[in-house]
């Protein structure tokens, strides 16, 4: 129940991708400030997907090596504090890997323009969405 409600009203994201780094879960309110959904980005490659935020799509390859690690990561406007851990097979290979992300606040320049007493969250992200769609698709 707590953990539902972490993930499900909170400012979390859960996420796991396979060895080739496609999106096997992923789910959390937090995808709410990237303009996503719940499971929206599963059956998608990660490295598309983040191919505008290269501090993403380098800590995904970390972990696919190995690597467990943690991390803060700017993706848009949103700062979010991020735990990468590697999955194994019962060989220790590396199958896939396992995150989760936490909304830590704004970049600086998005929290600059603000405005007074409001919050990331409670405006739906900061800056905009929009900031965020164009880092997909450049």
């Avoid at 909170?10 to 996420?15: A, I, N």
């Avoid at 309110?29 to 998608?44: D, H, N, T, Y």
Wanted: aromatic share 8%; charged share 15%; glycine share 18%.
């Amino acid at each position: 129940m707590i953990a539902q409600t972490a993930v499900g009203r909170g400012s979390l994201v859960l996420f796991a991708v396979d060895a080739d780094g496609i999106f096997t879960f992923s789910e959390g309110a937090g995808l709410g400030l990237l303009g996503l959904g719940s499971g929206e980005l599963v059956g998608r490659s990660a490295f598309d997907v983040y191919r505008g935020a290269p501090a993403v799509t380098e800590n995904l390859r970390r972990a696919l090596s190995g690597e467990a690690f943690s991390c803060a990561v700017e993706v848009g406007d949103a700062v979010f504090d991020c735990r990468y851990e590697p999955i194994e097979d019962g060989e220790g290979a590396v199958t896939g890997a396992t995150g989760v992300a936490a909304y830590a606040g704004c970049s600086g320049e998005a929290q600059n323009t603000a405005g007074p007493g409001t919050s990331a969250l409670a405006r739906g992200g900061c800056g905009s969405a929009s900031s965020w769609r164009a880092l997909r698709t450049s």
